[in-house]
């Protein structure tokens, strides 16, 4: 086991107290709105402050920690001094954003040095020896390997192989979750996160063009794993995730893995209930990509606007956003559209439309694109055919279409075997909820009986479940 010579922080665990290190981290966020700061705290990082491996907060968390606890220094909470971190004097004009924090009118986003990022640094191994067993780990938990043949490296170099580990990283849990959803993959992918960051933090590239790729491979995995806490229900760890990949897009210059991020947390903002967010999201991410030159791209980031100002209310924007998309979307696909975009075709367009319509409470509309979704979409994709049959039966339930409803459903549980996703769930849950005062409709009492005995909790159970929007 490699040492990193981190000290605990024992002042800092003092002052956390009986509390759990989730419920301190609500209470971070918390004194955070107070004053107007937005950080994406959680157990983790927490853990990461009372080990040691945060020596020094960044700005946005100083400011938190000091209203937390008034008249007490960054020392007295168990701090080192900034100047005195990994040398920053000699790197003082280093500068990476923070988690993006949403005001009024656009993202912004607060500065800190190289070694005060929270999203950026996984600084747990440094030799070459741990760069090795980092690029291994790539593999771990999710059925891959590492490239045949593979050597150690000069500590100092990252190369062909280990870049390569991190973008394959990247497809194998994209196909995985199209396949299985994320609740069963979050876990083992964060693994092959934290060596692809390792990688990122053992030492300099070769070439310009693989350190190029392996910041933007890195950003895409954090992405990756986001969206599976995303489609778990782990929002907060979603949340952190997306703004790593944002920090990491906004280090390397790269413009796509912006748009990529911004994206992600537009969606986000919009299944959590924050809808304006959402909008602001997704407009950032639309002026990053205007330069890529991808249409299909941009037309995925104005449904990401729509989605927001339907959750506004905003039908009249809703509307523009969604013919900005259709006429962009109608330029087809081309060289420009990243990898990422191959769930993206006409089957989600509907879709996201669907949703759209669906948070406005026009429920006829939304089953509508739902049917024309689900007719479309390759059945390759099961998380996501699972994920437009529970729209369908949410839509359907709302129009008062009862028995169209529970049939829409039972072919979401005929998925559930397969597929494990807690959005899904939960849509189902508020499904059976909407049909249980009319249990003895035609079909809907099978429905519920079948719900009931797979999830395993009866339909009054699911009564109050909130919908994510997604």
Same mark, same amino acid.
């Given at each position: 086991m490699?040492?990193?010579?981190?000290?605990?922080?024992?002042?800092?665990? $003092?002052?956390? +107290?009986?509390?759990?290190? *989730? @419920?301190?981290?609500?209470?971070?966020?918390?004194?955070? &709105?107070?004053?107007?700061?937005?950080?994406?705290?959680?157990? $983790?990082?927490? +853990?990461?402050?009372?080990? *040691? @491996?945060?020596?020094?907060?960044?700005?946005?968390?100083? &400011?938190?920690?000091?209203?937390?606890?008034?008249?007490?220094?960054?020392?007295?909470?168990?701090?080192?001094?900034? @100047?005195?971190?990994?040398?920053?004097?000699?790197?003082?004009?280093?500068e990476i954003p923070s988690p993006p924090v949403f005001h009024s009118e656009a993202p912004v986003f607060h500065n800190c040095t190289d070694e005060e990022s929270d999203v950026l640094r996984r600084v747990f191994m440094t030799s070459g020896t741990t760069t090795v067993l980092a690029a291994a780990s790539l593999g771990l938990g999710l059925g891959g390997a590492p490239a045949a043949g593979a050597t150690e490296p000069d500590r100092h170099r990252v190369g062909e192989t280990e870049v390569s580990a991190v973008e394959s990283a990247v497809r194998r849990i994209r196909l995985l979750d199209d396949r299985h959803g994320g609740d069963g993959l979050y876990r083992d992918a964060s693994r092959p996160l934290r060596a692809a960051y390792a990688l990122l933090d053992s030492g300099s590239a070769a070439r310009r063009s693989t350190a190029d790729r392996l910041h933007a491979g890195a950003g895409e995995l954090a992405i990756s794993v986001g969206w599976l806490a995303h489609d778990s229900g782990r929002f907060e760890d979603a949340r952190s995730h997306y703004a790593e990949a944002l920090a990491t897009a906004r280090v390397a210059g790269d413009a796509a893995l912006e748009a990529h991020a911004f994206c992600n947390a537009s969606f986000l903002a919009r299944d959590t209930g924050r809808p304006r967010e959402s909008v602001r999201a997704a407009e950032a991410a639309q002026r990053a990509a205007r330069p890529l030159g991808s249409p299909r791209l941009l037309a995925l980031l104005a449904l990401r606007e729509a989605g927001g100002r339907a959750g506004l209310g905003d039908r009249t924007g809703c509307e523009r956003a969604i013919g900005r998309a259709r006429t962009a979307f109608d330029r087809g696909p081309c060289d420009a559209d990243p990898e990422w975009m191959t769930f993206f075709r006409e089957a989600e367009l509907e879709m996201l439309e669907a949703q759209c319509w669906s948070a406005l409470g026009d429920w006829s509309r939304a089953a509508l694109h739902a049917r024309r979704a689900i007719r479309l979409q390759d059945p390759h994709f099961t998380r996501n055919l699972a994920l437009y049959r529970a729209e369908l039966a949410w839509d359907l339930a709302r129009a008062g279409r009862t028995e169209e409803a529970a049939t829409a459903g039972h072919r979401v549980l005929d998925l559930l075997d397969s597929v494990r996703s807690s959005r899904i769930r939960t849509m189902l849950a508020g499904t059976a909820q909407a049909l249980a005062p009319r249990r003895d409709a035609d079909g809907v009492r099978g429905f519920l009986e079948r719900y009931a005995a797979v999830s395993g909790v009866s339909t009054a159970a699911a009564r109050g479940v909130q919908r994510p929007r997604g």
């Open positions: 490699v040492s990193t010579g981190a000290v605990p922080n024992l002042a800092f665990r $003092r002052l956390r +107290g009986q509390r759990s290190a *989730g @419920e301190f981290a609500a209470a971070v966020r918390r004194s955070a &709105r107070e004053i107007g700061e937005r950080v994406a705290c959680d157990a $983790r990082y927490i +853990g990461r402050v009372e080990s *040691g @491996e945060i020596r020094c907060p960044n700005y946005a968390y100083e &400011r938190v920690f000091l209203h937390m606890f008034p008249g007490m220094s960054l020392a007295d909470l168990g701090f080192s001094p900034r @100047e005195s971190v990994r040398g920053r004097g000699a790197r003082a004009t280093t």
